[in-house]
């Protein structure tokens, strides 16, 4: 009985012995045969006995990605494959991987079931085409090739997604996980450059001053470091704009030395401590910012204005007022220059210039024409004339003063002279007033212009005559119909069809009109009230000598030249006019030489000048 027992208790461990040792077996045969979960349980056992067992573990892949087993599931399946993978290649000799020949796991076959599972999980997270499925995948898969292809997927969906991201911090804390979680990837400068764009916008959102300097502190070396540079930069200057003060400029130039808009700064400096352009604004200018930009424009402005007669006398007067002045070269040759007297000399049709003292020629002939200097300058005609000259301006070595040419060329008077750019046939004229550079400082939109006197010009637009100063400041309105410059405070004009005298305020001392006048000269003005007979009224337009004239000058001194019909029937000049010299009372001081020669008052006739 016992004996029995034995037996059959031996015969029971050798079946169990045996069912254990074909577990294996049976799950090979249960995967083919579709009983998959008898299959799982066996693979199960044998793996908790050796995880590492390569035949088990292929062995539970292929069950997991079978795709009619129900519980397939693709990530148990890499799991499993990639510990049968890791084992390849199998050694050949070895006992164990003779065993697992018979269940047809080798090398080869390893490689096409690892490649087989990662296929499918690749294509599954390629149909979901999402960051998550994408990166799903990589967590599991260790096909280099696949990773590298999903990896490049994911991350270009994450860069499509972040660039189009409206809330700049969402968009910065997934752009930071992003970077912190996948240094490698190839997007990482792509999102990385998002991420600091979003901490520079989200920095500088209020686009003021404190935003842009906070930046800075905090990112001294960041991307967009230039960029917030650039942007404090400008606010600074924006909030100094906006002041709009000199002292305010001021200011910035010394707290902000390296600002790019402190050009700019000592620009408006400039501009707002001369904008009155006198001796006395540069003169401070020069004292007070001697190391602004327009330092020596405000120089050259200084002495234009101190020697724009240019007369010896200013010139030293300038020298004498500027001991430390950047020209002193410069001045000694224009005092020489003013004290040459040129005066034009005409040689075989052309023209030139003479010193008249020493008859000494200066300037040899080669101009059309010619005229007298003034200011320093000369016009001259340089090309040959057809039917009209144009005129430029040479100094006193012959040198062409600007390369600017016009049809009438005025004396320089004060500085500045009145010039034409057409010769008004049949168009309107286009007068202008340049200066010692030829820069016009009154625009040429004017048909005409009378000189300088007085510190005022008689222009002519479209409505009429006024009259301007050399800033092309109306000082007077354009109301009339003729004017004559100023003379002794007093000025000429014509308001219908009659001249009245004015001031330099517009305003008339006296109500008598008359039919034609001459300037102010010594006091007295030639008048007329019917055209036929003239006399001579002061300042008060009180008749001091009265209309008993054909014709009269204007006073030279205390004489003046009139035209009187001889009316003594006795005289041998019996119906002739004769002209005589009177003094300022009336007295005629005796017939002139050439008595037939009748003259009309000058300034009722104004004459264009070159």
Not at 382 to 392: E, R
């Amino acid at each position: 009985m016992t004996k029995n027992i034995l037996s059959l208790t031996c015969l029971s461990l050798l079946t169990a012995h045996t069912l254990l040792a074909g577990d294996l077996d049976r799950a090979f045969k249960n995967i083919n045969s579709g009983d998959y979960d008898k299959a799982r349980a066996s693979i199960k056992e044998e793996l908790d006995k050796d995880p590492k067992d390569v035949a088990a573990n292929y062995a539970m892949a292929k069950l997991f990605s079978a795709r009619d087993y129900k519980a397939m599931d693709l990530d148990s399946a890499t799991i499993y494959v990639n510990k049968a993978f890791a084992a390849i290649p199998l050694k050949e000799d070895d006992k164990q991987t003779k065993k697992y020949l018979k269940y047809g796991v080798r090398d080869f076959t390893i490689q096409e079931l690892f490649a087989d599972i990662n296929k499918q999980a690749y294509d599954k997270a390629k149909a979901k085409n999402t960051f998550d499925s994408y990166d799903h995948f990589i967590q599991y898969s260790q096909d280099k090739i696949l990773n590298e292809q999903a990896e490049d997927k994911r991350d270009d969906i994450k860069f499509a997604e972040l660039s189009i991201k409206q809330s700049i911090p969402s968009l910065i804390e997934e752009s930071r996980t992003f970077l912190n979680d996948h240094p490698k990837s190839k997007r990482y400068a792509d999102i990385n450059g998002l991420y600091e764009l979003a901490i520079f916008n989200s920095m500088t959102y209020s686009n003021d001053v404190d935003s842009f300097k906070a930046y800075l502190d905090r990112y001294p070396t960041g991307p967009y470091a230039k960029e917030a540079r650039v942007q404090y930069d400008r606010k600074i200057y924006e909030v100094y704009l906006k002041r709009g003060t000199i002292e305010g400029y001021a200011e910035f130039e010394k707290s902000y030395p390296k600002n790019p808009f402190l050009a700019a700064v000592q620009d408006s400096i400039y501009t707002m401590s001369t904008r009155k352009g006198d001796v006395w604004e540069y003169n401070t200018f020069i004292k007070a910012y001697p190391s602004n930009r327009n330092i020596m424009n405000a120089w050259n402005q200084l002495y234009d204005l101190y020697t724009q007669d240019a007369t010896d006398s200013s010139y030293e007067a300038f020298l004498k007022a500027y001991p430390n002045n950047p020209f002193k070269d410069k001045i000694q040759q224009d005092i020489y220059l003013s004290q040459l007297n040129l005066a034009p000399f005409k040689s075989n049709d052309k023209w030139g210039y003479v010193n008249p003292k020493t008859q000494t020629l200066v300037i040899q002939p080669q101009y059309e024409d010619a005229s007298e200097f003034s200011g320093g300058l000369a016009a001259v005609a340089l090309k040959a004339c057809t039917d009209n000259c144009m005129y430029s301006y040479i100094d006193k070595n012959g040198k062409v003063a600007f390369e600017k040419a016009f049809a009438s060329a005025g004396d320089f008077i004060g500085g500045k002279a009145v010039v034409a750019l057409d010769y008004c046939d049949g168009a309107p004229c286009k007068f202008g007033i340049i200066n010692r550079k030829g820069e016009f400082v009154v625009g040429a939109d004017y048909e005409d212009i009378q000189p300088l006197s007085e510190g005022l010009y008689a222009a002519h637009n479209f409505k009429g005559y006024g009259f301007i100063n050399d800033r092309d400041h109306v000082v007077i309105p354009f109301v009339y119909q003729d004017a004559t410059s100023f003379s002794e405070g007093l000025a000429a004009v014509k308001k219908d069809d009659r001249w009245v005298f004015i001031d330099r305020s517009g305003t008339q001392p006296f109500t008598q009109s008359f039919a034609n006048v001459s300037a102010f000269s010594s006091g007295l003005a030639a008048v007329t009230e019917n055209d036929s007979t003239y006399g001579y009224i002061d300042h008060s337009g009180a008749w001091v000598i009265q209309p008993i004239y054909e014709n009269a000058e204007p006073f030279e001194g205390d004489t003046a030249i009139v035209s009187l019909k001889d009316d003594n029937k006795k005289s041998k000049d019996y119906g002739m006019t004769i002209r005589y010299r009177i003094d300022k009372t009336g007295k005629n001081l005796g017939k002139l030489v050439n008595p037939n020669v009748a003259t009309k008052p000058k300034a009722a006739v104004k004459k264009k000048k070159k």
